[in-house]
């Protein structure tokens, strides 16, 4: 069962502790590893801003093809989109394509499709906060990978 951290949802209550960050330089090291490694080139880069809870960078396969990868801006997490994320929530994950390994040995958790769209009770939430719990019920969030990669306010 996967366990939900602290901090999943990108927000914390006015008395709780800071959420750690995840270490950029090292995903971005990764990101550009994975351009090297798949022939081609990164893409375009988009650091966390309020309400969103990660990164987006993208890598232009030799082919042609955009791979977007998000990075969880508290957690060592990244998933993968297949397109830029809409406004408010990602809804279309893609399973990670065989270079994926680069974020691995980065010290991310590289995370599935059908691992993010798990439902959030079949996922241990019990290091979550009472501040997270009221965005989940807020927004009605019923599966992991919304939890994880929002744009909640």
Known sequence: MFQLARGAT???????????????????AAWYMAARVTGGQVGEFVRQAYPRSFHTATVVERNGTHVVVLCHAYLPLIAFAAADPRPGYVDEFQDPPVWSNI???????????????????????????????????????????????????
């Open 10 to 28: 990108g927000f914390r209550g006015a008395k709780d502790d800071l959420l750690p960050e995840t270490d950029l330089q090292a995903f971005r």
């Open 103 to 153: 974020f691995t040995d980065a010290g991310f958790t590289v995370m599935s499709a059908h691992l993010l769209n798990s439902p959030l009770s079949q996922v241990d939430t019990s290091d979550l906060r009472p501040a997270e719990w009221m965005q989940i019920r807020y927004w009605r969030a019923t599966r992991l990978g919304e939890v994880l990669f929002n744009s909640w306010d």
